[in-house]
């Protein structure tokens, strides 16, 4: 799963860190981007040496420039990151947007709820955290059976010290 849970014994603090599921590594990328180039070409090879190949050059190389641009696009947009951190009496949410704003949130641990929408939120079992006046969400980009065991976890780690 995208996120895991680390404990510090001695300040008895408990932190969750997610992220989104990152399924293609750089050397697959790299792999993927040249796969796709040696395939593309393969069908001009009988063009070698004609004017043609000229005229379908520029198409190719934009195909390749187009699957790479995208990837790129789809890498840069999962760089999210959540810090939900845990003490004694507080509860600390801390959101990174890929362009790298930080959005925070914090509340009392005793009033702290949270929320489970399943079919009413923008994801099918939607998973909120809601306190001091606000609701925000949490691990909105993680899969469904994700979300909810997240929100089966997060409920037992507060109740742990209730």
């Excluded at 040696?38 to 190719?60: A, Y």
Aim: some cysteine; overall charge neutral.
């Amino acid at each position: 799963m995208p996120y895991e849970w680390k404990t510090s014994p001695t300040a008895r603090t408990q932190e969750l860190r997610l992220w989104p599921h990152q399924s293609l590594p750089p050397k697959g990328f790299a792999a993927f981007i040249l796969t796709t180039f040696t395939l593309i070409l393969i069908p001009t090879l009988p063009l070698l040496g004609t004017p043609l190949l000229w005229g379908l050059l520029p198409f190719v190389l934009a195909a390749v420039w187009g699957m790479y641009f995208a990837l790129q696009g789809n890498y840069k947009s999962r760089q999210i990151e959540e810090v939900f951190t845990l003490t004694d009496d507080t509860v600390h949410l801390t959101h990174t947007t890929p362009k790298g704003d930080v959005k925070e949130w914090d509340c009392n641990r005793y009033w702290t709820v949270v929320t489970k929408y399943e079919k009413d939120g923008p994801v099918p079992h939607y998973v909120t955290l809601r306190g001091k006046g606000r609701e925000v969400e949490i691990g909105k980009f993680l899969s469904e059976d994700e979300r909810i065991a997240l929100f089966d976890e997060l409920n037992r780690s507060l109740l742990r010290g209730a």
